[in-house]
């Protein structure tokens, strides 16, 4: 019954994606989203050869292992944003659901996969004070906007030493931006215009989990470039009857690989993720201006017991990780911008261990003020629930 709960819940909320504003969101088709699970979060981004029952991963469809048991979960994260440049700093704060799975088995050894995730998120709140000819002004953009992925697919299993999926991977969003004209100096009407795109493609992705060794699990993914249809429509000031045109993008391909190691108590994973932003493309016109993105994380996880009959404390999972990434943008040294993170995070187990709350904490920084247009200081809370029950399950007679 809770998971039918959290199916509901997950479907009501999931529609829309917001996150912490951001200039760099600005750029570009918006800032590559890169969230696997909140367990993952809690151990620098690491997830990518990472099976675990209680937690479904966004990347790589082929990463966790339900046995048999239909799973739901729904992903949060609340972010909160120190944003400077050399004149200014503001505060932004904001969040919303960052994932939904359900997943159920058909089979023995086929799993029908099912998920809604963020793919680019795209908002930002931008003004400068100019003047022209003793004319004082004040420019304001407003963007908000996004691309998402509504996934469905199939996991098929050799028990735990092998499993392979492929996913169907929808992508759809829309991005709107405002741009006003405020007039500082009496005698002028101001300005305002609205730009409003929606977009919508298809793509697929595949994923592998391997075990060589029973303490050893490598992982691969790869995502394929998506020809995306965008219809855009702008209504200016300066004209009556707005305007649509319609274009197409190329949502750039990705790949990522891998490791997680278990030493007793201990599970040690490292990965590596590259999506190839150098090639994203608008009408077979590449853009030279963005760079690939790559990020690199490690992170540790620890679990004491995972008996029921244990003190609950025992049976508590404690993470800790970092992650570096360089951004697709340049700065005006023609370098890419970068990230880095320091991330600790709780798993918080329920229901005799058929369920379970995740909680990740995320500090760090993107940009360096002495070489990027903007620094942002950001903090992030990461939580997610997720629950299992047997479902379509034949009576015994």
């Known amino acids: 019954m809770k998971n039918r709960i ?9 529609t829309s994606f917001a996150m912490a504003d951001s200039f760099y969101s600005s750029l570009g088709l918006g800032l590559p989203k890169y969230f696997i699970s909140t367990k993952s979060a809690g151990m620098g981004g690491v997830g990518l050869a990472i099976a675990d029952p209680l937690s479904l991963n966004s990347i790589n469809p082929a990463a966790f ?15 909160s944003a120190d944003i400077k440049n050399t004149q200014s700093k503001v505060n932004m704060r904001d969040g919303n659901a960052v994932g939904f799975h359900f997943v159920f088995p ?22 400068s004070q100019q003047e022209l000819d ?47 004209t405020v007039f500082l100096t009496d005698g002028y009407v101001d300005g305002e215009d609205e730009i409003t795109s929606h977009f919508w493609g298809v793509g697929f992705s595949i994923g592998m989990l391997a075990r060589p060794l029973n303490n050893l699990s490598i ?3 790869y995502y394929s470039t998506s020809n995306i249809d965008v219809e855009t429509s702008m ?24 490791l997680g190691y278990q030493i007793k108590k201990l599970l040690v994973g490292l990965d590596y993720y590259n999506q190839q932003w150098s090639q994203y493309s608008v009408e077979n016109g590449e853009s030279s201006q963005l760079n690939n993105y790559w990020r690199v994380g490690s992170g540790i996880e620890y679990q004491d017991a995972k008996a029921t009959n244990v003190r609950y404390l025992r049976r508590v999972i404690y993470r800790i990780g970092a992650y570096y990434a360089k951004l697709p943008f340049s700065n005006s040294e023609n370098e890419s911008v970068s ?59």
Not at 6 to 14: A, E, F
Not at 106 to 121: G, M, N, R, Y
Not at 253 to 258: D, K, L, N, R, V
């Open 235 to 258: 209504t200016l000031s300066s004209f009556y009857q707005p305007s649509v045109s319609r274009t197409k993008l190329d949502y750039p391909s990705s790949f990522g690989f891998g």
């Open 219 to 221: 992982g691969m993914v």
């Open 65 to 79: 292992y339900i046995d048999g048991v239909t799973t739901v979960s729904l992903d949060f994260q609340v972010e």
């Open 134 to 180: 003793d004319i004082e002004f004040l420019k304001k953009v407003n963007g908000n906007g996004g691309l998402s992925s509504a996934n469905l697919g199939l996991q098929y299993s050799q028990g735990r030493k092998l499993l392979i999926a492929a996913q169907m991977n929808y992508y759809f969003g829309s991005h709107n931006e405002n741009w006003k």
């Open 106 to 127: 058909l089979h023995k050894s086929i799993t029908f996969l099912s998920s809604l995730t963020p793919k680019v998120i795209s908002r930002y709140h931008l003004s």
């Open 6 to 14: 959290l199916l509901v819940i997950g479907i009501l909320v999931i």
């Open 339 to 397: 990230e880095q993170f320091v991330t600790v995070g709780l798993g918080l187990p329920f229901l005799r261990n058929r369920g379970r709350v995740d909680l990740a904490l995320e500090y760090g920084k993107r940009g360096v003020l002495e070489h990027d247009p903007y620094q942002e200081n950001l903090f992030r809370i990461s939580c997610s629930i997720t629950g299992g029950e047997l479902w379509f399950q034949r009576r015994p007679r």
